[in-house]
Each structure stands twice: as structure tokens, then as C-alpha cells.
């Protein structure tokens, strides 16, 4: 029952592909061809700026459980620290580290 479902599925989507293909090639031709890597770049500006914030979240509140942890349990992970401040570290930078390896201004 499943597999006649999977398969089902599979052919709306191919069809749904082919059908729209050449509605996308008309779009692309009638368009300003100049600027056609402008959505990729913006997307990768996105999801540069986005991973930076969420990132800087996620390790402030890693920090935060790991200091909580030392505190009820009496030991410290510095490894465990270090990898968290190191990690830390590669997040809040990464966004400039791409920009300078893909040329971005």
C-alpha cells in the first residue's frame, strides 16, 4: 500500500517538474539576464547572517547548561568548555571567514 503511495507521489512530482520546466526557461529568458545569480547570492547572504545568529544563541546557551552542570555536579569538562569557546569562536567568525573565501565585499 505504501510503495503504490511512494510511487504515486513520485510521478505527481516528476510531472509537476516537466509541466512547469519550460514556464521556468520562458521566465528566465523574458527577465533581465544579467542578473541571474542574484537570488543564489542573496540566499547565500541569508543563510550567512542567519547561521551566525542562531549559532551565537545556541552556544551562549551551551555555556550557560555547562556552567549550570559544573555547578550541581562539582567537576568541570574543560575539554568539553574548550570545545564549546572554540566552537564558539568559528560561529561568530564564520560569516566573515566565507565572505573573504568567496570573494564577497
Same mark, same amino acid.
Given at each position: $500500500?505504501?510503495?503504490? +503511495?511512494?510511487?504515486?507521489?513520485?510521478? /505527481?512530482?516528476?510531472?509537476?517538474? #516537466?509541466?512547469?520546466?519550460?514556464?521556468?526557461?520562458?521566465?528566465?529568458?523574458?527577465?533581465?539576464?544579467?542578473? &541571474?545569480?542574484?537570488?543564489?547570492?542573496?540566499?547565500?547572504?541569508?543563510?550567512?547572517? @542567519?547561521? !551566525? +545568529?542562531? @549559532?551565537?544563541? /545556541? #552556544?551562549?546557551? !551551551?555555556? $550557560?547548561?555547562?556552567?549550570? &552542570?559544573?555547578?550541581?555536579? @562539582? %567537576?568541570?569538562? &574543560?575539554? %568539553?568548555? !574548550?570545545?564549546?569557546?572554540?566552537?564558539? /569562536?568559528?560561529?561568530?567568525? @564564520?560569516?566573515?571567514?566565507?565572505? %573573504?573565501?568567496? !570573494?564577497?565585499?
Amino acid at each position: $500500500m505504501t510503495k503504490n +503511495k511512494l510511487s504515486l507521489c513520485l510521478l /505527481v512530482a516528476v510531472a509537476t517538474l #516537466i509541466l512547469t520546466e519550460p514556464a521556468f526557461a520562458q521566465a528566465a529568458s523574458t527577465s533581465a539576464s544579467s542578473d &541571474w545569480y542574484e537570488p543564489i547570492v542573496s540566499l547565500f547572504e541569508t543563510v550567512q547572517t @542567519g547561521v !551566525g +545568529k542562531i @549559532g551565537t544563541i /545556541v #552556544i551562549g546557551v !551551551g555555556v $550557560m547548561f555547562l556552567g549550570i &552542570w559544573a555547578g550541581f555536579t @562539582g %567537576r568541570m569538562d &574543560w575539554i %568539553r568548555a !574548550g570545545m564549546i569557546i572554540f566552537g564558539g /569562536v568559528l560561529v561568530t567568525s @564564520g560569516p566573515a571567514i566565507a565572505s %573573504r573565501l568567496f !570573494g564577497g565585499s
